[in-house]
């Protein structure tokens, strides 16, 4: 059974950081573009980070480029995102694919002063 958990969310404030973890079984995931996550309440789920197989080719979406990063050690199946420089606007539940057919749970991020 597949399985990925994040772990790592928690209420911050404007300007800390938080480093969210997905740590997946009953797959390697050193084969798998693996995707970072966020959604709100009543909003479309959008997509945050990507990382390649060989975790040298990331992408990351406009709203967080330069403040967050995505890495990964296949060896251990994680994969992170690190989040600096947090704003109110990033508050989300986010979620950790293996694209196109595994979801995490989610973790909850909460940016407030």
């Known amino acids: 059974q597949v399985q990925l958990v994040e772990s790592g969310g928690g209420t911050v404030q404007p300007g800390g950081s938080l480093r969210l973890s997905c740590a997946a079984s009953?797959?390697?995931?050193?084969?798998?573009?693996m995707n970072w996550h966020r959604q709100v309440p009543g909003q479309e789920r959008e997509l945050v980070a990507s990382?390649?197989?060989?975790?040298?080719?990331?992408y990351y979406s406009d709203f967080v480029k330069g403040r967050f990063t995505i890495s990964r050690d296949n060896s251990a199946n994680i994969i992170w995102l690190q989040m600096n420089a947090l704003k109110p606007e990033d508050t989300a539940v986010y979620y950790c694919?293996?694209?196109?057919?595994?979801w995490g749970q989610g973790t909850q991020v909460t940016v407030s002063p």
């Open positions: 694919e293996k694209s196109p057919d595994y």
């Open positions: 009953g797959l390697f995931i050193g084969a798998y573009t």
């Open positions: 990382i390649a197989p060989s975790g040298q080719t990331t």
